[in-house]
């Protein structure tokens, strides 16, 4: 069997499954057995597979069909320009989030040395984003997960980020109380999916994602709730807090935050035009 062959035969496969993104999946499965780039599969299709390598690449396309996703059975995936470690115990990033990383360096475009909070940090997108961007940054995330915080610390460390970002296990800030009032910026990705949504996620999510990431205990604003209030007592005049939020969900959260004594500042939406990052600020006094 043929590289080209052994593309086609799994793309079908993941079709017939249900996998929306088979051609993609197919091939970055294979890249990862083969350890080759993109151009090299291209150029070299018509070169026969090796037996080592076909086992190997049909195991994992198996494993693909029956809906586990791929970023775990590659172990790997790319947000901000970083390539990151996950595994079953942290949500795979998204690239929606991408729009809170880039309200939260907006948000400290004129702040020097700023302190900055990641609540929930999970893989660690989100805190190892602004590190890498903002060199002067003092960047602390927190979890509850210690087995997030595990591959959060890797991710730094893999990055060379792990002097610069410092990990902390415990409920949304208050492992950060002692720098109360000092924060320029909280951010934070919360759980926010209804358990009622379940059944209707893709199996990928459903099955396969942590729970404490994705679903909040109580309702869908619960986190927020919670969050707002610290998140105005963390933060320093002037200091901004920053999360993602779901769909329909934005004029809600803007309302939790303002009822915190927090002023909003904007929404942003995703690229698909739904409203998924808040943006509100602790007033100066």
Do not use: K
Not at 162 to 182: I, M, Q, T, Y
Not at 226 to 251: F, H, I, K, Y
């Amino acid at each position: 069997m043929t590289v080209a062959e052994a593309l086609s035969r799994a793309a079908r496969r993941l079709d017939e499954a249900g996998v929306s993104s088979a051609p993609h999946d197919a091939e970055a499965l294979l890249r990862h057995v083969l350890g080759w780039d993109r151009a090299r599969v291209v150029v070299e299709g018509g070169a026969p597979l090796d037996p080592e390598s076909e086992t190997s690449f049909f195991a994992l396309v198996d494993e693909r069909a029956a809906r586990r996703p791929l970023q775990h059975l590659t172990g790997r995936t790319w947000f901000w320009r970083q390539e990151l470690l996950v595994s079953p115990d942290v949500l795979v990033p998204r690239p929606e989030t991408e729009v809170l990383v880039e309200a939260a360096l907006d948000a400290l475009r004129d702040v020097e040395r700023p302190l900055v909070a990641d609540v929930g940090t999970g893989s660690g997108c989100i805190a190892l984003a602004i590190a890498s961007e903002r060199p002067d940054a003092e960047v602390h995330a927190t979890d509850l997960s210690p087995a997030a915080l595990g591959v959060a610390r890797d991710n730094a460390r893999r990055l060379q980020l792990d002097h610069r970002v410092r990990f902390h296990e415990g409920d949304l800030l208050a492992p950060l109380v002692a720098s109360f009032g000092r924060f320029a910026l909280v951010a934070s990705n919360p759980p926010y999916v209804g358990a009622e949504e379940a059944p209707a996620l893709p199996p990928e999510v459903r099955d396969h994602e942590p729970p404490l990431a994705l679903f909040p205990p109580g309702d869908r604003l619960s986190v927020y709730r919670r969050l707002a209030p610290q998140a105005a007592s963390a933060l320093r005049p002037g200091g901004v807090l920053v999360v993602e939020v779901g769909a329909g969900m934005a004029a809600e959260v803007a309302a939790v935050a303002q009822a915190a004594g927090l002023r909003l500042a904007r929404t942003i939406p995703d690229l698909a035009g739904i409203p998924r990052t808040v943006v509100a600020l602790r007033p100066v006094e």
